[in-house]
């Protein structure tokens, strides 16, 4: 069965960086596009950020452009989420979702003094 596993999260001051992982299994992960979302308490999920199946392009929310870096391993089944210079707005759950739309659990991020 597809299983997606995030993690990574946790509690950094603004300016710090994190770094998420998504351990993907049950599917043949090197054939799909890879997405990060995230939901901020009280708003709507929404696209973070999402790389091809090669890994050779990727694209970013406006929000989080020179900030943030998708990248994927596909030797590995993995995807990750480098969020460099975070802000309290970059706080909420960080899900990672494949192309053919299956989501993992979500990891908590949280940006505060």
């Known amino acids: 069965q597809v299983r997606l596993v995030a993690s990574g999260g946790g509690l950094v001051q603004p300016g710090g960086s994190l770094r998420l992982s998504c351990a993907a299994s049950?599917?043949?992960?090197?054939?799909?596009?890879m997405n990060w979302y995230r939901q901020a308490p009280g708003k709507e999920r929404e696209l973070v950020a999402s790389?091809?199946?090669?890994?050779?392009?990727?694209n970013y929310a406006d929000s989080v452009k020179g900030r943030f870096t998708i990248s994927r391993d596909n030797a590995k089944n993995m995807a990750y989420l480098q969020m460099n210079s975070l802000e309290p707005k970059d706080t909420g759950v960080y899900y990672c979702?494949?192309?053919?739309?299956?989501w993992g659990q979500g990891t908590q991020v949280t940006v505060s003094t």
């Open positions: 979702k494949t192309q053919i739309g299956f």
């Open positions: 049950g599917f043949p992960f090197s054939y799909y596009a």
């Open positions: 790389i091809t199946s090669t890994g050779g392009t990727t």
